[in-house]
């Protein structure tokens, strides 16, 4: 350790002190931020978006409440406070607004506010529960937007519109020379209308950001924009030619076409700008940076008609400066459609480049994963995309993705291009190029961080013999304002991050430097180990000073394991947890070590959601264990118990859940492990389960719940008392459901921590309670059913628990409000599935599925076919046995509905077979029913006579369970069936004593049809 590293150690801050002072310089939010050069006094900072010279724009203003809404600036104000609001939001607003009480159909705002855009409704209502959050609606009283049923949204505030003047424009005879627009710009109109309005504000902005991200071009439409403003007077002076710094003030005043001294160019070039009105835009300052930012600071100070917007990859850091962080543009998270991923600007940019060159290239559901992908590898910055879209004709999507890991030469852009924007590799040059050594070493050697890193792992990486953490402190600070890291300041531990871009192309400078990259990546790779909680044998911490200092940053004190809390506070280690595994299944990897580190990192691929991976990445960790590696008990079950859960998950893969668990049962027993035998006892029942073995989930469930005192607690005796619940429920019985899940829910304490989450991989309350809805609203209690169900689903909300979110949505909620009629409840719980798709695959199974029952159920059937058969081709063969019924039920209603009665019956027997085969006996009474209704549709001789029959063996299985819910509505059918016959003495003797045992529920859609039913049979003939 060198003195200056041992320095800041005994003082026990590790340069916290010296890291701060250089850390809360920076502004890195996205919007704004400086850093004063050496020696210059710091000038005062303002957000985008600060208010304009009212006298020079007119503008039209729509007041509401404390808020003011100005369309033309894209603005809105709370008590003369700007407020952030999306573009879409602000959209939504703007049209409501200006047709305050109206109605506005939802098909009015999707064709004004996404023009030229497919895109569902589902949309709409997030963009539109945003801005109700920012309008603060419903709170204190306010209603501002009030939802219209079946019509659309209503503007329903009291509005006053004002107009303000228009002021004269100084005029002047000098025009510019700049250049044309550079295209169509996409994703960016927000910025250039936020840029323009704050530098009219405030006379002096920099545009900031990496390498290709557009400052140039935005800054020219920003140009474009004031053209009028300065009667022509914009000037664009390009800097980045430049390579001595003295001749900036000459390059202004010769782009001026001023007469000035070139030996001392300032004094004649300030005496001719104190006299007109100018923009000047100074482009690729940070080649020529200090040079740069004082004479833009002395310009400012002394000719207060000038106005300089400034574009670097740095910050000037002067007085007078006002930096706006141009952002990527936004690219979708994994596995979009077409639609959905033309939603992003970079997936548009994308594509508008590539149908350039081909215009038979259409966007396709198949194609847009991978342009997503190639747009997240790419960060989102327009110039790497421009280029790899200029590739497309030649490669195709697929190997362009495939290729972007490197060959950064590869990507060449336009011939009439800047040098530096003709390819991605000089691009990143310019900006290497331009960095000190020490700099460019410290760059190099960060590059080992797939994600996000603290100051403290950096030191690890960075620091050593040669360098100490002062020098890490004061690059990493400095490559930050550099804008090549990303840094988020806001969090209790800074995080910094390298772009993809940057960080592949820095990678390849580290694999031909001297720099020991092996032996860093390794020793950070090892501490990977310790910072999700495992113990390593064979290794030393005193073999690296640097790692030891990593982990006890990243681990608590006295602790060894991940929990919750410390995966949040260490940003995403699963970005390194890859590229470890990577290496140590590589060549020169170590397979051991990739064994340990699959069974170790599980508990973080389940954290962020990445179950498939976690799949994956454990299905080739266990196929080593069988063809390369010797015994390891612990690590097995580790291992395999992992397996049952992802396959759990994902798949729903019963054959493979149910050997897995096998395994680890083996395993526990082997190790004499307690906590991994009941886990195991559990996964036993969860197998059979899935698979569609009832009895036997009955017989593990019934064995759960009577292992002797010494090898359970109290907590986990009443989880056996649910799970016995929900297999009864299965079985058919009703009665026995609910005593044993009402046992479960009056006794159950759930044990401190994460303990039963773990364990069960499910909460227990919400787990109870969505078997315990479905079981209330069979026997009879619709109204406590859906109570009971929305408690479950807003618990599991709470808790942020994905997989008891879809237990509650998936086996209890919305298949209730479909089957109770309440439609909106439905469409609300099916958005909610969808938009968690991304991350969570079987989301997306279960809401198509039920999207589809719902769309049929609205009249839309081939519609909702189509969904629910590409739901149902998500399932598994062997998997979610139970709730599968529910959709054949539904399925087979749907063909009959549209003629399709050969289907109809094949489904509906198909059901049927299943039901009989696995015991599965609580839908058999729906499933007899709509047997019945088949055979009404279909027609023929024998229709009326098979009908009934399969009615009255409906009503007869409903009445065996107890299920009045189910009866009803088989009466219901037959009643109505009787009516048609003229048999109304029977049909009301059938319905109306079964109407009268219901004592709720009276608004539900069962109840309502018999009512009406009844209504009819009452009337006299």
Request: glycine share 8%; charged share 25%.
């Amino acid at each position: 350790m060198s003195a200056g590293r041992h320095m800041c150690a005994t003082e026990g801050r590790t340069c916290s002190a010296e890291f701060r002072r250089l850390h809360q310089s920076i502004d890195f939010s996205g919007n704004h931020g400086k850093v004063a050069r050496a020696a210059q006094p710091v000038g005062r900072m303002m957000m985008v978006g600060s208010v304009v010279n009212e006298d020079r724009l007119a503008k039209e203003s729509f007041s509401f409440g404390p808020f003011e809404l100005i369309p033309e600036r894209r603005r809105l104000e709370k008590s003369g406070v700007p407020l952030q609001l999306g573009t879409r939001s602000l959209d939504i607003l703007t049209v409501l607004v200006e047709h305050a009480g109206e109605v506005v159909s939802k098909k009015t705002l999707l064709a004004r506010v996404w023009a030229g855009v497919t895109v569902d409704e589902g949309s709409l209502r997030f963009h539109m529960a945003g801005l109700r959050k920012v309008l603060g609606d419903g709170e204190a009283g306010a209603t501002y937007v009030t939802t219209v049923p079946g019509q659309g949204y209503s503007f329903v505030a009291p509005v006053s519109r004002t107009l303000k003047p228009v002021a004269e424009i100084a005029k002047s005879g000098r025009r510019s020379t700049f250049p044309n627009r550079l295209g169509r710009m996409i994703g960016r109109d927000d910025a250039v209308q936020a840029i323009s309005s704050h530098l009219m504000a405030e006379r002096f902005v920099s545009i900031v950001g990496p390498g290709g991200i557009g400052k140039t071009t935005l800054a020219i439409s920003v140009g474009h924009q004031l053209t009028t403003e300065f009667a022509d007077l914009v000037h664009l002076i390009d800097l980045g030619s430049l390579s001595d710094p003295h001749l900036v003030a000459g390059t202004i005043g010769s782009a001026l076409g001023l007469a000035v001294d070139d030996r001392d160019p300032i004094p004649g070039l300030l005496a001719a700008l104190r006299d007109i009105r100018v923009l000047l835009v100074l482009d690729s300052c940070e080649r020529v940076i200090e040079a740069a930012s004082a004479l833009a600071e002395t310009i400012f100070e002394e000719t207060p008609q000038v106005y300089i917007l400034a574009t670097s990859r740095e910050t000037l850091r002067v007085r007078g400066e006002h930096v706006h962080w141009i952002a990527p543009l936004e690219f979708p998270p994994e596995g979009p459609n077409a639609r959905e991923a033309m939603a992003y600007a970079a997936v548009q940019l994308f594509v508008e480049r590539v149908t350039a060159s081909q215009p038979q290239f259409i966007l396709n559901d198949v194609d847009a994963p991978v342009v997503a992908e190639i747009c997240r590898k790419l960060d989102g910055i327009p110039l790497a995309i421009e280029l790899a879209a200029g590739r497309v004709g030649a490669y195709g999507v697929h190997d362009v993705l495939r290729l972007l890991d490197h060959k950064f030469e590869l990507w060449r852009g336009r011939r009439t291009a800047l040098p530096r924007h003709q390819t991605l590799a000089a691009t990143l040059d310019w900006s290497y190029d331009l960095l000190p050594e020490l700099e460019q070493i410290i760059l190099r050697r960060l590059s080992v961080f797939v994600g996000p890193f603290t100051i403290e792992a950096a030191f690890a990486i960075a620091a050593g013999d040669d360098l100490d953490d002062s020098q890490v402190i004061e690059s990493v600070a400095s490559l930050a304002a550099k804008s090549l890291l990303t840094a988020n300041a806001r969090l209790a531990i800074p995080l910094y991050r390298l772009l993809d871009t940057t960080r592949g192309y820095v990678q390849e400078k580290l694999a031909r430097s001297d720099d020991a990259n092996l032996v860093a990546r390794r020793v950070y790779h090892l501490t990977l180990f310790e910072r999700i909680g495992v113990e390593l044998s064979g290794f030393r911490k005193s073999e690296n000073a640097s790692a030891s200092k990593l982990v006890r940053s990243l681990k608590g004190a006295g602790s060894n394991n991940l929990t919750e809390a410390s995966v949040a506070t260490n940003g995403r280690p699963i970005d390194e947890i890859r590229v470890a595994l990577d290496w140590a299944h590589g060549k020169s990897g170590d397979s051991l070590l990739a064994l340990d580190l699959t069974a170790a990192a599980a508990p973080v691929w389940i954290h962020h959601m990445l179950i498939d991976e976690c799949r994956e990445r454990t299905e080739q960790a266990v196929f080593q264990i069988d063809e390369k590696l010797g015994r390891d008990a612990r690590r097995e079950l580790r291992l395999f118990f992992t397996l049952a859960v992802a396959h759990m998950e994902s798949t729903g893969d019963a054959a493979i859940i149910d050997d897995a668990w096998l395994r680890v049962s083996r395993l526990a027993e082997e190790l004499d492990d307690n906590e991994y035998q009941l886990r195991s006892l559990w996964g036993l029942w969860i197998g059979r389960y899935l698979r569609g073995d009832f009895p036997g989930a009955l017989q593990i469930a019934e064995k759960f719940v009577n292992l002797p005192d010494g090898a359970i607690d109290v907590a986990d005796r009443f989880v056996g008392e649910r799970i016995l619940g929900v297999t009864r429920h299965i079985l058919g019985d009703q009665a026995g459901a609910r005593r044993h899940l009402e046992k479960m829910l009056a006794g159950y304490v759930a044990p401190p921590g994460q303990m039963h989450a773990l364990r069960y991989q499910f909460d227990q309350h919400v787990a109870a309670r969505t078997y315990y809805s479905q079981t209330l609203w069979l026997l009879g209690f619709p109204d406590q059913a859906a109570a009971v169900g929305k408690h479950a689903f807003d618990h599991a909300t709470a808790l942020g628990h994905d997989f008891s979110l879809l237990y509650a949505i998936a086996f209890g909620a919305c298949p209730l409000a479909l089957e109770i009629g309440n439609f909106d409840a439905a469409e609300a719980l099916i958005s909610t599935m969808l938009h968690r798709e991304a991350t969570f695959r079987a989301m997306g199974v279960w809401g198509r599925c039920y999207a589809g029952i719902l769309e049929m159920k609205g009249g839309h059937t081939a519609a909702g076919l189509a969904l629910l058969r590409e739901g149902l081709n998500g399932f598994p063969p062997t998997g979610f046995q139970s709730r599968y019924l529910f959709l054949l039920g539904n399925l087979a209603l749907g063909e009959s509905d549209i003629g399709d009665h050969r289907g109809a019956n094949t489904t509906i027997e198909r059901a049927l077979a299943q039901s009989e085969r696995n015991e599965d006996r609580w839908f058999v009474a729906e499933l007899l029913r709509i047997k019945g209704i088949l055979a009404l549709n279909q027609g023929g001789a024998e229709a009326l006579v098979s009908a009934e029959a399969h009615l009255n063996h409906s009503l007869e299985w409903s009445r065996r369970q107890g299920a009045i819910s189910w009866e009803l509505r088989t009466a219901t059918t037959l009643a109505s069936l009787m009516q048609k016959q003229s048999r109304i003495g029977e049909a009301r003797e059938l319905l109306a004593p079964l109407y009268v045992r219901f004592s709720e529920g009276l608004a539900t859609a069962d109840l309502v049809k018999a009512r009406s039913l009844l209504t009819l049979l009452n009337e006299p003939t």
